[in-house]
Structures are given as structure tokens and as C-alpha cells.
């Protein structure tokens, strides 16, 4: 598997990749799912909903003040470092990504289509137009309120409740579906309609390399390389930096 994925890598002229929380797993930020999942200990409806945001603004805040300082100090791992390669190598690598926490850019990537949105950024709920880089300085008051109305700031992700950025959601569609490899890591394909991508390039005849240790619900195919690693640990020998 490994051999073969190495092979499609090498020799595809127009790949995309979509990832998912694993792939930021080994720079330490907890996955929601699976053996080690956030959602094991906390409520999605309570904490990531836009009604919880409107209901209970302290405790929604609270959360995200711990997420972010999770966050902090946190670095791209190698397997970003793999991707920033093959994207200079290819000329050309759309990266199609649910992770909010902002790493392929900081990794240097670009043409990063975040479909759920990003941590790094707040904005007023009442949509007056304020937004900012979310800071200590802003998150001295819980909750934070907006400078211009008052009203209470939201983080710049799609809380449950809210339908994802229409635009970027069909440019990521389009990309699984003309694209001539999907390379999909990190993620458990369960949350709709994202994981709705891979299957879409499934259906439009595309091969897709998965890269994650556990099983997920993608097919047992001939189109799907599985391969059951790590993405820090086999990126870099899958784009050639690592022998
Ligand atoms: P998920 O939590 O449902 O699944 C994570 C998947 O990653 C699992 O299948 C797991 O087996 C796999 N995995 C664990 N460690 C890995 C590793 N080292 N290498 C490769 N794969 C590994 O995550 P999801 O599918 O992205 O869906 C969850 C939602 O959670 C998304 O909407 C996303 O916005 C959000 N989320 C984002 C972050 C982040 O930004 N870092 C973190 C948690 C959740
Ligand atoms: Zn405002």
C-alpha cells in the first residue's frame, strides 16, 4: 500500500488534499472523535452549537479559551512540513481542511479552503461588520463582547446549527471531483456534509490515498490506498523527504 501510494504521489499531476482533526494529532491538539476524543468528556450540542453560544455565552466562551490555550505554542509537526513540499513540488495542491486551528497556513501553505471555519478569528454575532485576531487581550472578559455594539463575539467557526460556507464547501466539491488523486488524512468521514468529498471523488472515478490509523467509513475499494500510519510518521516518506 504504502509502495503504490507512493507511486500515485509521485506521478499524479493534479492531487487535493482534505484532512481532518488527526492530522493535527501529533502536534497535540485532541481529536473529537475516536479512542481520545474531546466529545467523550464534553457535550457538542452544549459547547459548539450557535444556541449554546446564545443560551449559555460564559460556559461556550469558557471552552474555547481552553481550546485556544491548548492551541497555543502548538507547531505544525512534519507531516505539515510534507505537504508544504509536495505543494511547491506539484506548483498546484488545493488543500481542502475541517481543522479550525489554522496550521496548514502556518505551515506555509496556500490555497487552504477551510470549510468549517477558524479559531483564529472572532466576530460579532450581531454581524456589525467587527472582527479580530482572537488574543488574551480579547479574552480577558468572558464572554467577549463586541467594541462597536455590545453585543457578544463568536468565533469565526460553523458552530453546530449553522450550514457551512457555501462557496467553499461547492470549490471543494469540485476540486474532489476533477481532481486525479484525493489524498484524505486525519479524518473519521462522519461529519456531513465534509465527509461527503471523498465519497464525491469516489463517485467521479478519482483514487483516494488514506492516510489514518484507525478504519473509517470509507470503502474497501480498489480506488482507496489505505494506508494505517501516522501522518506525522509517513508524510515525509510518502512526498520523498524521508527515505
Ligand atoms: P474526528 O475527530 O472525527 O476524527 C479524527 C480521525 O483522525 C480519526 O479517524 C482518527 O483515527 C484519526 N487520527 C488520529 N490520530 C491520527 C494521526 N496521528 N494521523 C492520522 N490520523 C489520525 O475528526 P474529523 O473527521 O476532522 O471531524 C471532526 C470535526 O472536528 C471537524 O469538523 C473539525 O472542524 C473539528 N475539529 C478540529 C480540530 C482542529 O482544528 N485541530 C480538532 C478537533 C476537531
Ligand atoms: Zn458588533
Redesign the pocket.
Known amino acids: 500500500m504504502i509502495n503504490r501510494a507512493i507511486e500515485l504521489i509521485r506521478n499524479r499531476s493534479n492531487p487535493v488534499v482534505f484532512?481532518?482533526?488527526?492530522?493535527?494529532?501529533?502536534s497535540g491538539?485532541?481529536?473529537?472523535?475516536?479512542?481520545e476524543?474531546?466529545w467523550k468528556e464534553y457535550s457538542p450540542e452544549r459547547l459548539s452549537s450557535i444556541s449554546g453560544l446564545r443560551e449559555e455565552p460564559e460556559v461556550v466562551w469558557d471552552w474555547y479559551k481552553m481550546r485556544l490555550m491548548a492551541?497555543e505554542g502548538v507547531k505544525p509537526h512534519a507531516?505539515y512540513r510534507a505537504l508544504t513540499h509536495l505543494q511547491k513540488l506539484k506548483g498546484h495542491l488545493p488543500v481542502i481542511t475541517?481543522?479550525?486551528?489554522g496550521?496548514h497556513s502556518i505551515s506555509g501553505q496556500t490555497d487552504v479552503l477551510e470549510i468549517?471555519g477558524s479559531?483564529r478569528t472572532a466576530s460579532c454575532l450581531k454581524k456589525c461588520g467587527f472582527s479580530t485576531q482572537l488574543s488574551h487581550e480579547i479574552l480577558k472578559e468572558t464572554p467577549p463582547l463586541c467594541p462597536v455594539c455590545g453585543t457578544i463575539l463568536r468565533p469565526d467557526?460553523?458552530l453546530f446549527g449553522e450550514s457551512l460556507p457555501q462557496e467553499t464547501i461547492a470549490r471543494s466539491y469540485e476540486l474532489a471531483e476533477e481532481c486525479d488523486l484525493l489524498i484524505v488524512?486525519?479524518?473519521?468521514?462522519?461529519?456531513w456534509p465534509?465527509?461527503g468529498i471523498p465519497f464525491a471523488a469516489l463517485e467521479n472515478g478519482v483514487d483516494v490515498i488514506e492516510?489514518?490509523?484507525?478504519r473509517?467509513e470509507l470503502p474497501h475499494s480498489e480506488s482507496v490506498i489505505s494506508v494505517r500510519?501516522?501522518?506525522?510518521?509517513i508524510l515525509p516518506l510518502l512526498v520523498g523527504l524521508k527515505e
Not at 481532518?20 to 501529533?26: I, Q, T, Y
Not at 488524512?185 to 461529519?191: A, E, F, K, N, P
Request: without cysteine; aromatic residues 2%.
Open positions: 484532512t481532518g482533526a488527526g492530522m493535527s494529532r501529533e491538539m485532541r481529536t473529537f472523535r475516536g479512542e476524543g474531546l492551541g507531516g475541517q481543522n479550525v486551528d496550521l468549517h479559531m467557526i460553523v488524512i486525519g479524518t473519521s468521514v462522519q461529519v465534509a465527509a492516510i489514518n490509523p484507525a473509517t500510519r501516522k501522518a506525522g510518521e
